[in-house]
């Protein structure tokens, strides 16, 4: 079992960057993949990019590439998306997750989740 909490979202100007948090706890050993995730209302969840546990492996979405990047610190067990040079269409709340093996873009692969951090860039 792996809790996943969010944190670090807000309200930021376009041009902005933050830097969100995903806690890792429970089974915190382990091949596993981090993923992370947006949803906009009306929007269906978009895949932004998965880091592997324990070989930081990266896969990178091609609509954040350049913008965002995602890193994990193991000895915090915390998994972090940072995000620059923010967009109001960036707007949206942003989920981390987490399932077994390499990571993948199919949201439905990923078993744990987190409750979403609100991300809003003002214009």
């Known amino acids: 079992q792996v809790q996943l909490v969010e944190s670090g979202g807000g309200l930021v100007q376009a041009g902005g960057s933050l830097r969100l948090s995903c806690a890792v706890s429970?089974?915190?050993?382990?091949?596993?993949?981090m993923g992370w995730f947006r949803q906009a209302p009306g929007k269906e969840r978009e895949f932004l990019g998965a880091?592997?546990?324990?070989?930081?492996?990266?896969y990178d979405s091609d609509s954040v590439k350049g913008r965002f990047t995602i890193s994990r610190d193991r000895t915090k067990n915390t998994v972090y998306l940072q995000m620059n040079s923010l967009k109001p269409e960036d707007t949206a709340v942003y989920y981390c997750?987490?399932?077994w093996g390499s990571g993948t873009t199919k949201p439905r692969e990923y078993i744990y989740w987190g409750q979403g951090t609100q991300v809003t860039v003002s214009s």
């Open positions: 997750a987490a399932k």
């Open positions: 880091i592997t546990w324990l070989g930081g492996n990266t």
């Open positions: 429970g089974r915190t050993s382990g091949n596993y993949a």
